[in-house]
């Protein structure tokens, strides 16, 4: 029996590859068969998922989805592939918050410190993401746009790296995926200001939202797993109920919550929906803030 490959089309190390590995350990488990994980970073995840599209449909080659997935349709003019029509939805995994945090050094203790200092200091507060059109830069841009702030923004080719610089004070804000950053915070490396989903996590039960100071804010991680357009219906409803069962596990979803996620069953056409409606909202803050991709 052959290995399944889950194509991560980001570089080792963020949350989208730690997700990858976890999902990949239970999924061996429960098919008896290898689930490897090949990380096939650039182009905005768009070289992994473009590998993807042409893999054969036969259930063997599988892709980590996640935000950027959504954002990519709108920030590339000229992708060899549309998204929604050549990957098919297989099962949703979690969602998660993105959190606002700072080098500890940094004079804000909260967000209405943050605004205040940062319009204080026009461009001198820069603002890292794992790279354009990620999560992280979407959410930095969402908080731009509704502040009326100018912060410069650093992209980098991961979290990873960022999260670095940002502990190095090499930059000074991340809108950071909550796996990636939570054990930073933890360690009191970083200092959390805000999360950015409309409620608190239960991760971080005393960070506040970054809505309650601006209203209306909203943005979250999520994570999900395609395969190519035509994989027969059967193989995507059988790795649906694998991966839903999966997310009923107590094991998994204690580890889930360590890391700040909630898990998210969906049938594959509700997770469908669910992408079309992400890449509509964060196509209109790529076009308002004039992003384009390096």
């Known amino acids: 029996m052959r290995p399944v490959r889950i194509v991560v089309p980001v570089a080792a190390g963020g949350a989208t590859d730690i997700l990858a590995r976890l999902m990949s350990q239970w999924l061996s488990e429960r098919f008896g068969q290898q689930f490897i994980i090949e990380n096939r970073a650039g182009g905005g995840t768009t070289i992994g998922t473009e590998a993807v599209v042409h893999a054969p449909p036969d259930g063997y080659t599988l892709l980590m989805v996640a935000p950027s997935a959504a954002a990519s349709a709108t920030l590339y003019e000229k992708l060899n592939y549309n998204f929604m029509r050549d990957i098919a939805p297989v099962a949703s995994l979690i969602r998660n918050p ?4 700072v080098n500890p050094s940094f004079p804000a203790k909260t967000v209405s410190d943050f605004v205040a200092y940062a319009k204080a200091q026009p461009r001198n507060v820069n603002m890292a993401s794992g790279g354009i059109g990620t999560s ?4 930095g841009e969402l908080f731009k746009m509704m502040t009326a702030l100018d912060m410069l923004h650093v992209p980098y080719r991961g979290d990873a790296p960022a999260l670095t610089d940002l502990i190095g004070g090499q930059v000074q804000v991340m809108f950071a995926v909550l796996p990636s950053a939570i054990e930073y915070i933890r360690t009191g490396k970083l200092r959390a200001l805000a999360v950015t989903t409309a409620t608190r996590s239960e991760a971080l039960p005393d ?6 100071t601006v209203l209306g804010y909203e943005a979250s991680g999520w994570y ?6 035509n994989t027969p219906a059967e193989v995507i409803d059988k790795l649906n109920s694998a991966i839903n069962a999966v997310l009923t596990d107590p094991t998994l979803r204690a580890r889930l919550a360590d890391l700040g996620g ?18 509509d909202k964060w196509g209109r803050v790529i ?7 390096e």
């Open 98 to 101: 993105l959190v606002m945090v």
């Open 136 to 139: 992280p830069h979407l959410s």
């Open 207 to 212: 960070v506040p939202t970054v809505g309650d």
């Open 224 to 229: 999900g797993v395609g395969a190519p357009k």
């Open 262 to 279: 909630t898990p998210l069953p969906m049938t594959p056409a509700e997770f469908g929906k669910f992408i079309a409606d992400e890449t």
């Open 287 to 293: 076009r308002t803030a004039g992003i384009k991709p």
